[in-house]
């Protein structure tokens, strides 16, 4: 299947959004709003999360578009500390968020055909896609089809891990530097203003998540981060939003940046299906 990859810029509320757009020669069988991770202060749309992940979905008859979102300050994960050195403008909560809410209304009303517009992300993406899902339905705008939302960060503090989480986390190589606590410091580093840790768009977790789309959660099984996406489907469960929660064994945090990864795929695979086959697109 050929694909077609068009980079653009589109107007955003602080100015251009790089994005990038997926098609294929046939008739999408549904589209996709992703937005890539990096703690809030890293990656491109040239990274694996970004670029394959987009290309692996177009290829599967999905349209999507990836989102160059700014980017927050560079942090010392040890400190919570900004690094001296920091490229390019810099900037905190909530431009990213608005951004991709931004881009999101722009696909809807492109001129590319698909059937329905989910929007989604991995690990800080996915808190975008899911924050800009709240900001859409509290401004009474068109929402997604459907949220997507892989290994995400999805509350201001960690929630506590289960002792079957916590003895695997221990089993990573520095299990502090992906703890609770520095969880905390990128969080705050992202917003800024402590008072930001509970607004709802920049972290939906513990808030109203009532009237929400479908909503797929792809946790990543050895990972801190396991706990904020289990509890965000408890809550979004409890919200009455229909919720497919899905540990994938064996899986690191950012595995979808290692294209070579058999777990990858496998992700891809259930990400494709659930976006073709579980919202009736097919």
Same mark, same amino acid.
């Given at each position: ?19 990038? =757009? ?220 229909? =919720? ?39």
């Amino acid at each position: 299947m050929s694909i077609t990859i068009k980079n653009r810029r589109i107007d955003g509320p602080y100015g251009t959004i790089p994005i990038r =757009v997926h098609t294929t020669d046939g008739d999408a069988r549904a589209g996709l709003v992703w937005a890539h991770g990096g703690a809030f202060f890293g990656g491109d749309l040239d990274m694996p999360e970004s670029d394959w992940v987009a290309r692996q979905l177009a290829e599967r008859s999905i349209a999507v578009v990836t989102v160059d979102y700014r980017l927050a300050p560079i942090m010392d994960w040890t400190t919570g500390e900004q690094a001296p050195a920091q490229p390019g403008e810099r900037f905190h909560y909530p431009v990213a968020s608005e951004e991709l809410t931004a881009a999101f209304s722009w696909a809807a009303a492109s001129d590319i055909r698909v059937p329905g517009w989910a929007i989604g992300g991995a690990s800080a993406g996915g808190n975008l896609a899911a924050g800009a899902t709240l900001r859409l339905r509290d401004n009474g705008l068109p929402l997604p089809s459907a949220v997507l939302l892989v290994y995400p960060v999805l509350h201001s503090e960690l929630p506590p891990m289960s002792a079957e989480l916590h003895a695997k986390v221990t089993t990573l190589p520095d299990p502090d530097l992906v703890g609770a606590d520095a969880i905390h410091r990128m969080n705050l580093n992202y917003v800024r203003d402590p008072a930001g840790l509970g607004e709802p768009y920049a972290f939906p977790g513990g808030h109203d998540l009532t009237g929400l789309p479908p909503t797929m959660i792809l946790n990543s099984d050895i990972d801190p981060l396991r706990a904020s996406g289990q509890q965000y489907g408890a809550e979004l469960a409890a919200a009455g939003v229909d =919720v497919l929660m899905i540990r994938e064994v064996g899986a690191h945090h950012g595995h979808l940046n290692e294209p070579d990864n058999p777990v990858a795929a496998h992700s891809i695979s259930r990400m494709a299906d659930w976006l073709l086959s579980g919202l009736g697109f097919i």
